[in-house]
């Protein structure tokens, strides 16, 4: 079955201290890889998605993941974080083979930026 | 363009009612999805239209919750009777299969639920 985990609920984070937001799919289907963002009271907003190529991925608001297939990782990256960057962040992933098919999301990190 | 929207924005019921909320896709989405995002927890997909037919329904609560899609556009997610654990926020969601890998998916800003 699909499953992705991400491995901290929690991420503390001093202002223009670099951050990894950790995450681990599952190897069982070929997938497509989503990060996304979601502020308090808002819907989710896409950072950025691994579809195919390269194997790392430039976002928006300047985040970055690398897709590690040895790894089952997805991990996102940022070098230096802003106060406007706390939110909540989403792993997801989507089966290849599935055209039009559903996200599969894990339990979410909640990213504190501190000043 | 115009996003997902989704109506009403919040709604507090008492268990054992019922509850209806409504969702107008992008224009030209022939996905469309609910998600259930209980506090705490990613979204987790409920149901699955394309056009006005249902793809997947296999998490969603049968005996309580329900959904439409008429005419292959706007949709409504009905629970009847409410529990305590269906507080929760509903997200819809839209897309349009064939244009890439995340098929111009497009979540709207949900409708947060409180039975109490």
């Known amino acids: 079955a699909q499953s992705v985990t991400q491995l901290d609920s929690q991420v503390p984070v001093f202002e223009e201290a670099p951050v990894e937001l950790r995450c681990n799919y599952s190897?069982?289907?070929?997938?497509?890889l989503f990060w996304y963002v979601q502020y308090p009271n808002q819907g989710l907003q896409l950072l950025l998605k691994y579809l195919s190529g390269s194997t790392l991925v430039k976002g928006i608001n300047g985040f970055e993941a690398e897709f590690n297939k040895s790894q089952t990782s997805f991990h996102l990256r940022k070098p230096s974080v802003h106060i406007s960057d706390t939110a909540e962040y989403f792993c997801?992933?989507?089966?290849?083979?599935?055209?039009?098919?559903?996200?599969?999301f894990g339990q979410g990190t909640e990213l504190s930026v501190k000043p | 363009e115009a996003g997902v929207a989704q109506s009403p924005r919040y709604k507090i019921i008492e268990k054992r009612q019922s509850v209806a909320f409504w969702c107008n896709p992008i224009s030209g989405h022939a996905t469309l999805y609910w998600y259930q995002q209980i506090l705490g927890q990613g979204p987790k997909l409920l149901i699955q239209f394309q056009n006005n037919g249902v793809v997947d329904d296999s998490q969603l609560p049968k005996d309580r919750f329900s959904a439409e899609r008429l005419k292959g556009v706007d949709s409504t997610l009905k629970i009847q009777p409410a529990k305590l654990e269906d507080s929760a926020v509903y997200l819809c969601a839209s897309s349009a299969p064939g244009q890439g890998g995340d098929y111009g998916y497009t979540f709207g800003s949900g409708t947060r639920l409180t039975v109490v």
């Open positions: 190897s069982s289907v070929s997938v497509y």
């Open positions: 997801a992933e989507s089966d290849r083979h599935n055209q039009g098919g559903k996200l599969i």
